[in-house]
């Protein structure tokens, strides 16, 4: 059975969230955003169960490729590099909510804020507590749960200083006008989640045997496991073809309530607007349906957004999620626009992109996350920086960006034509329909290649860099790294752009034909309000016949006659006609 239809309205319409209409999302990975509080560090223990003879906090502006000393002698791919910690955390998230106002961004994606060793959080050790070492108290926290004696049963949970904090967060979040939503893991956990830990020490006897997809009982009392598509740090959650075991659904239901409602009074302006979830393709579409009808009957208006990298029509007919991460829109738009030496034909993009329109209903298409990069893709500007590479669909696009698979990717701070390119893409993420998704960083210009290259440490004004001189590949001459004011400037005025414009987030969409075919045009239509985009993909200007009187809202000209405008090399035309 598909479950109810309760997100469906009486003419049988899919019904998405309103606000993600308008929204402009920001990614944070909260490990590598800011440090906001020395005294909740991570320490060693908390992330590895081996000693590391003189681990310690690497300095926030380090240079990426040059190793710690503590990393001598440990495998950079799979050992120093991924014990590194920065001491990212929520208080450094809040500190930043200026930045992301000025931005313009009205709506905040975390990446995975519970507790886990990792420095990604996808290996939960909890669902119903934020990592000690992202709140204000580690060693309290830490205390504090070691008496708590809690279980599965939410009678027995407390709130920590992290809970709690991150609880004040959402409502600064809420006070400013602003969304927020987190990642929800549950397809699997790490060895560490209270669950694992019990059945590694009591076997068949544990309560929580029926959890996790056993496919082996010893006779010593161990037992072999599933992992999360064979890493065995990542446990899978039992289940059936059509849904999670049923207490691990009770286990994730609870949790639900407690970020969607942590009063327990009804109140879900107190919580969380929503959830990004992992790898939704592995759940069982069964749990997605009932968790749904959990989810909306908290909050009507919540936004699930699920990890789905290719086309994604079975997930979004109104019974399981509201959107998704729109990687299948990037790769067409990211190849289209890349400065490579055989550009794909205009009716290419046309076409594909009409395709992923036509696979989805219509109310969905304005609510998908429209994202150029993200914490498991190349950075987009280092993407463009190697426009040869293949990248028309996931598998490409993922391991064409890791070094360890790649070893000709370029990494290093991108040239003049890649960062062109990227002002162009970003043109087109905030004109198309969608609500556009920024990478924290983007707009700050960092670059780099895929994990974890593509997770470095925030570029702020206030720290102090080491220029880029280790490479993967060696030595070179120094390259300065900050933040780059200049592009955070051309982001601010895109996304206000689209903010001033109905037309632009709300407005129906069609292509027009222009009379080059190295030129894109479309309009975004809303009331009375009418906007034209232009784009040149060629290293040298086009014109364009105007067949109407025209104002140029991108540079703020004067009003333009009928007749032919030049459309600059590389460049855009943003008309109100």
């Not at 602003?178 to 893991?185: A, E, H, K, Y």
């Not at 669909?393 to 000709?408: A, C, G, L, Q, T």
């Not at 969409?509 to 009375?528: C, G, K, M, P, Q």
Request: net charge negative.
């Amino acid at each position: 059975m598909r479950g109810t239809n309760e997100n469906r309205d009486p003419r049988n319409k899919v019904v998405t969230p309103d606000w993600a209409r308008d929204a402009v999302w920001y990614q944070i990975f909260p490990e590598r955003f800011r440090n906001g509080s020395r005294e909740s560090d991570p320490r060693l223990e908390d992330i590895n169960d081996r000693p590391v003879p003189g681990w310690s906090i690497c300095p926030w502006g380090m240079d990426w490729y040059r190793s710690a000393p503590w990393e001598q002698g440990l495998s950079r791919r799979h050992g120093g590099v991924y014990l590194r910690r920065f001491g990212g955390d929520l208080i450094g998230v809040r500190e930043k909510l200026d930045y992301l106002q000025e931005l313009g961004v009205n709506a905040i994606y975390l990446n995975p804020v519970f507790t886990g060793q990792s420095l990604h959080k996808y290996d939960g050790a909890t669902f119903h507590h934020i990592d000690p070492t992202f709140g204000p108290d580690r060693a309290g926290d830490l205390r504090a749960l070691a008496d708590a004696n809690e279980t599965e049963d939410p009678a027995t949970w407390i709130w920590t200083a992290a809970d709690m904090y991150f609880l004040e967060l959402v409502q600064d979040v809420h006070q400013r006008g602003m969304r927020i939503i987190i990642d929800g893991v549950f397809n699997h956990t790490g060895r560490r989640f209270f669950a694992f830990e019990d059945l590694l020490r009591n076997g068949k006897a544990s309560p929580y045997a029926e959890w996790y997809l056993i496919d082996r009982w010893n006779k010593d009392g161990s037992f072999e496991y599933t992992g999360w598509f064979k890493h065995k740090a990542l446990p899978e959650f039992n289940r059936t073809k059509e849904n999670l075991a049923a207490p691990v659904r009770q286990y994730v239901f609870d949790c639900t309530r407690r970020w969607m409602d942590p009063a327990g009074d009804g109140d879900c302006a107190k919580g969380i607007d929503g959830w990004r979830l992992d790898v939704a393709f592995c759940v069982p579409q069964g749990f997605w349906r009932e968790w749904r009808t959990l989810v909306k009957s908290i909050n009507p208006e919540a936004y699930l957004s699920a990890e789905i990298v290719t086309d994604a029509r079975e997930y979004l007919q109104g019974d399981q999620f509201d959107a998704v991460m729109n990687y299948m829109w990037m790769y067409p738009s990211v190849e289209f626009f890349a400065p490579s030496k055989e550009a794909m034909p205009v009716h290419v993009l046309r076409e594909r992109l009409d395709s992923l329109r036509a696979a989805y209903p219509e109310e969905v298409t304005p609510v998908l996350q429209n994202l150029l990069d993200s914490h498991d893709v190349g950075r987009i500007v280092t993407m463009l920086e190697n426009p040869d590479e293949p990248m028309s669909h996931w598998e490409d696009y993922f391991h064409v960006s890791r070094i360890k698979d790649n070893p000709r990717f370029v990494a290093t701070r991108p040239g003049p034509r890649a960062w062109q390119s990227l002002r162009q893409l970003v043109i087109f993420q905030m004109t198309y329909p969608g609500a556009p998704m920024i990478y924290y960083g983007t707009e700050a210009g960092m670059w780099g290649a895929n994990d974890p290259d593509n997770r470095q440490p925030m570029l702020w004004e206030d720290f102090a860099y080491e220029p880029e001189e280790h490479t993967p590949y060696g030595r070179k001459a120094p390259t300065p790294r900050a933040p780059n004011a200049e592009l955070f400037d051309f982001f601010k005025q895109a996304i206000r752009l689209r903010r001033n414009n109905a037309a632009i987030r709300r407005g129906t969409f069609r292509w027009l034909d222009a009379e080059h075919s190295a030129l894109l045009a479309y309009e975004r239509v809303h009331e009375s309000s009418r906007i034209r985009v232009l784009f040149n993909v060629q290293n040298e200007s086009l014109p364009y016949r105007l067949d109407v009187q025209a104002e140029d809202i991108w540079n703020e000209t004067a009003t333009l006659s009928p007749g032919n405008i030049e459309i600059p090399a590389r460049g855009w035309r943003i008309l109100r006609v």
